[in-house]
């Protein structure tokens, strides 16, 4: 197996880092938004239709997040595709 170099494990430093404060992100809003439209009375358990309700409000909340998060990484990844092939940056 090749040893990585100081650069690659930087960048995938990064990368774990920014995926954690991204998934961080999507529990907060999951949390904020769909727990304020589908829990009307907070107790010790959560009706049947509390529960469908934050089901679908996090399903539709996580495949929206996957769907932007593949658009913004295909974006950076052709405009660093573009930057290199004019020769990069100056």
Request: proline share 3%.
């Amino acid at each position: 197996m090749e040893a990585s170099s100081p650069k690659d494990e930087i960048i995938h430093q990064i990368k774990a880092e920014t995926a954690l404060t991204n998934a961080k992100q999507l529990i907060g809003k999951i949390h904020s938004n769909c727990f304020q439209k589908c829990i009307d009375k907070p107790g010790p358990a959560l009706s049947a239709s509390d529960q469908a309700c934050f089901t679908q409000c996090m399903e539709k909340y996580i495949l929206v997040w996957n769907t932007v998060s593949r658009q913004v990484s295909a974006r950076v990844s052709a405009e660093a595709a573009r930057l290199n092939a004019a020769g990069g940056l100056a």
